[in-house]
Structures are given as structure tokens and as C-alpha cells.
């Protein structure tokens, strides 16, 4: 079965200070992955996507993920967080198929304290 | 770029009564749509699947008579919550896909439904 775990719930970091939010998936085919950001109240925003190539994608905003077959994860990294990169992150897995949706994680609340 | 706009972005509605939400790909044509039902603090749980000129595929559990999805274009399709219930109260968010192979899906701004 395909899914997706986000283990943190919760993460808070001070201003300034570098970000790590873990994604784990499992999923039958060669993973297509994403990082979305929703602001509250607010619809998703695309943070980065991989597909193939190097493992190693940058985003928008700073962002930047890794993806590792061997540990099945796609962590999202940021070397300096901003008071307003404070949001919901979710991790979602999918397959290149106009048919398929995508599967998400239940997310991980962010907040940046001074 | 591409963007995929939801209408209206709240709604009020009164315990009974029906409402459409509207999702539109403005830029480009999408033959599958995604619809995601949202609770508070919640991840985002996915109802079914759109696609343009057939009937709609409903995950196990979502009432097919009770959320309607038409997708009558390649740019529209809609989501009528019927004889709503406060607990029909929720965000839905669709999604949109470039075509059958493209490689980034796009997300709505969201609808925020209040069923008083």
C-alpha cells in the first residue's frame, strides 16, 4: 500500500536556524515526491518535486530535499529558517500517471520563534 | 504559470441546502482532477477523482449522491456538497493535472464550507 509518514507533528526552531523535516514513504513503483507548504486558511503551494536525475533538488524559498531509495526518505532541508516559513509542510508521494493522485502525509506544523 | 482557481473561496450555507464549489484550470487543460477534503489540523484525504466527460471515482467511505462532481470541460469541473450537514464542514481543495503525463499537479486556493 502506498503511504506516506511524516514522524513530527510539531517542530519549532528559532529564527535563523536550520530546518529538517523527515518524510518516509512506501509505495510499489518508483516514487514521484513532493514537498507542499499551506499557510493557514490557504491552499498548497509547491515546494519542490523529484522525479529522477540527481537526488539532490532545490526549491523555492531555500528549500532544498534529498531523496534516499536506500532509507525510502525524502527530508526537506533549510539552512536558515524565517519567521514566515512558519506553516504546514506535507510530504506527498505519487506515480507519473494522469490518473493517479497523490498520497499525502498528515503533515508537520512548523513554527519559528525569535 | 499554470493555475488552478477554486470559487468561492468561503461559504456559509444552511443546514439542507446544497452548494457548488467550482474548480478551473486557468491556463491549461486538465483531463483528470483531484478532489481533497481537509479537516482542521488534518492532512489532506482525498474524495475522488474528476475526469472530463465520464463519471467521477469515489474513494470508499465518500457518499457518491451526496458530493456530485461534474466534469463537464477541460478546464471545470464542480463539487456539489447536497442537503449539507454541519459535519460536511471542512476545507476541499482540487488539484489539477497537465494533460495525462505532465509532471506537476496543481492545487486550488482551497473552499472553506461552514454548514450552520
Known amino acids: 500500500a502506498q503511504s506516506v509518514t511524516q514522524p513530527d507533528i510539531h517542530i519549532t526552531v528559532s529564527e535563523g536556524a536550520s530546518l529538517e523535516l523527515r518524510c518516509n514513504y512506501s509505495?510499489?513503483?518508483?516514487?514521484?515526491l513532493f514537498w507542499y507548504v499551506q499557510s493557514p486558511g490557504q491552499g498548497l503551494q509547491l515546494l519542490l518535486k523529484y522525479f529522477s536525475g540527481d537526488t539532490l533538488v532545490q526549491g523555492i524559498k531555500g528549500f532544498e530535499a534529498e531523496f534516499k531509495r536506500s532509507q525510502s526518505s525524502f527530508n526537506l532541508r533549510k539552512p536558515s529558517v524565517h519567521w514566515s516559513d512558519a506553516a504546514e509542510y506535507f510530504c506527498?508521494?505519487?506515480?507519473?500517471?494522469?490518473?493517479?493522485?497523490?498520497?499525502f502525509g498528515k503533515g508537520t506544523r512548523l513554527s519559528v520563534i525569535a | 504559470g499554470a493555475v488552478v482557481s477554486q470559487h468561492p473561496s468561503r461559504v456559509i450555507c444552511k443546514s439542507g441546502t446544497s452548494v457548488k464549489i467550482e474548480c478551473r484550470s486557468l491556463d491549461f487543460q486538465a483531463t483528470t482532477m483531484f478532489w481533497y477534503r481537509q479537516f482542521p489540523k488534518q492532512s489532506l484525504m482525498l474524495m475522488a477523482t474528476s475526469n472530463e466527460g465520464s463519471k467521477a471515482t469515489y474513494e470508499q467511505g465518500v457518499e457518491k449522491d451526496k458530493f456530485l462532481i461534474n466534469h463537464a470541460s477541460l478546464t471545470l469541473s464542480t463539487l456539489t456538497v447536497t442537503s449539507a450537514h454541519p459535519e460536511d464542514s471542512s476545507f476541499y481543495i482540487c488539484s489539477a493535472r497537465i494533460g495525462q503525463s505532465g509532471n506537476t499537479i496543481y492545487f486550488g486556493e482551497g473552499s472553506w464550507l461552514t454548514v450552520v
Open positions: 506527498a508521494v505519487g506515480r507519473n500517471s494522469g490518473n493517479t493522485p497523490l498520497v
Open positions: 509505495y510499489g513503483a518508483t516514487p514521484y
